[in-house]
């Protein structure tokens, strides 16, 4: 019962705000899943085509895409291509009436949460599509946490991040002291300013924080 009434937390706070995108021609289908997403309080945007949906974006919100495989002009696997050519992420649940083990394959290794086949059971695709916004609102929370921590960064003076980047690698005062031909009283001195500016309140943390600044602020720069 307790774990009924946290995953029934969790699935309410997911839904606060989160949109579901429907990408489907069937117009039967698309209220079928209108409903479906809106009994457990799910808002909704349709679409009939591929095309129209690409041409508004993605909503900047939690959300996940429930896409019709077989669609007119561009098919759910193309706009699930260009998304990711473009380097837009959200997460895809496919639907479809005509399942080839190729294509269900080709969905999932691009990064599908799930592939169902219709007709398919309202819980499936409801739990298939709470698992996607899982997904996307735990990315949303990293980018949000590297943009601080790029901002936390971009305070840091050069020689500060010369100091905590050298902390992180393990070196004591005095080596980096050494290495810098600095003093140990300014080599501490910038670690403390450094560790500060960060919000860091531990080496492990910084240590951390660095690893994420690394991917974030400047893919294949050196920390140390």
Not at 15 to 41: H, K, M, Q
Not at 92 to 105: D, L
Not at 160 to 189: F, W
Request: net charge positive.
């Amino acid at each position: 019962m307790m774990r009924n009434g946290v995953e029934d937390d969790l699935k309410e706070n997911l839904t606060r705000g989160a949109i579901v995108v429907v990408i489907d021609d069937d117009a039967s289908c698309r209220a079928v899943l209108r409903e479906l997403f809106e009994s457990v309080g799910l808002k909704v945007k349709l679409y009939t085509s591929g095309i129209s949906f690409l041409e508004d974006g993605i909503p900047d919100v939690t959300s996940c895409l429930v896409v019709d495989v077989r669609l007119p002009a561009k098919s759910g696997l193309k706009v699930q291509e260009e998304l990711s050519k473009a380097n837009m992420h959200v997460p895809i649940v496919f639907i479809t009436g005509h399942a080839e083990v190729p294509m269900v394959v080709s969905a999932m290794k691009a990064g599908a949460v799930d592939f169902l086949t219709k007709p398919f059971r309202s819980q499936d695709l409801l739990d298939a599509v709470f698992t996607a916004l899982e997904r996307d609102s735990a990315r949303r929370k990293m980018q949000q946490w590297q943009s601080i921590l790029r901002e936390y960064y971009e305070s840091l003076s050069a020689r500060e991040r010369q100091v905590i980047t050298m902390v992180a690698a393990g070196k004591l005062n005095k080596q980096i002291a050494a290495d810098l031909r600095l003093s140990e009283v300014t080599v501490k001195l910038h670690r403390a300013r450094g560790m500060r500016k960060m919000q860091a309140t531990s080496l492990v943390q910084l240590v951390k924080m660095l690893e994420h600044v690394d991917s974030a602020v400047a893919p294949g720069r050196k920390t140390h």
